[in-house]
């Protein structure tokens, strides 16, 4: 509750250029129908985490995502920043080159629930893939920052929409309501897959650091079909 607290009070402090939609996004990423790669990362001594990749939806983010992981670039390096409650970042710390060739024009902006797989997109509108991260924000923890924005008279549409500048619809908020995620991220960062298996290994991971900030959670491997 209290990181939640903290997290609204920077929020709504920040006045920062966002997306505005021009009309109410098509949920394409639901589609069971969509074409999608299948996506397993290795976790040393906590297991396997698997993800489906939208390669028809964000086919240049995911192709080159599969290329950097063929070569062995994530092997070896880890889970360096975890955010209770929020994200886990892996991969380089440095941007390195040859990670990024995208603009902003390229991307579907999908939306980031719970357990999505994202890359940064930063302040020049690119994709910048040295580095991924993870949405680790559940739908209980949408409940209490809901109930904590109306007790100082906002709704989360305008919590959102007055913080980062992002304006959502009910029924998209509804969805985040039902799968947790960051609903402020939309338009922010470049969602190209979503978790399909090892929540508890996420969970473990988090608990891990939790316990102990020194902790390192090593990448074995990324294999991709």
Known sequence: MKRLYILVILILALSVSGCKKEET???????????TKSMKMSVKDYGTISFKLYH????????????L??????????IYTIIED??????????AENTQSFTSGDFTHLLPFYGALCANLLEDDECNLSSFYIINNS??????LEKLVAHKGY????????????????DELDLYRERGGAP?????????????DGYEILDEIVKAHSEDED?????ENITID
């Open 56 to 67: 028809e939806l964000e086919p240049k983010v995911v192709d080159k995502f599969t290329e």
């Open 25 to 35: 996004i098509k949920i394409a990423q639901l589609n069971p129908e969509a074409k």
């Open 215 to 219: 902790s390192e959670f090593i990448i």
């Open 86 to 95: 929020y994200v886990l970042l892996a991969g380089s710390r440095e941007r």
């Open 184 to 196: 402020w991220l939309y338009g922010h960062t470049v969602v190209f897959g979503q978790m399909t």
């Open 139 to 144: 739908k209980d923890n949408i409940s209490e």
């Open 69 to 78: 992981c063929e070569k062995g670039f994530y092997k070896g390096k880890s």
């Open 155 to 170: 709704s989360l549409a305008d919590y959102i929409k007055f913080g980062y500048k992002v304006e959502l619809f009910e």
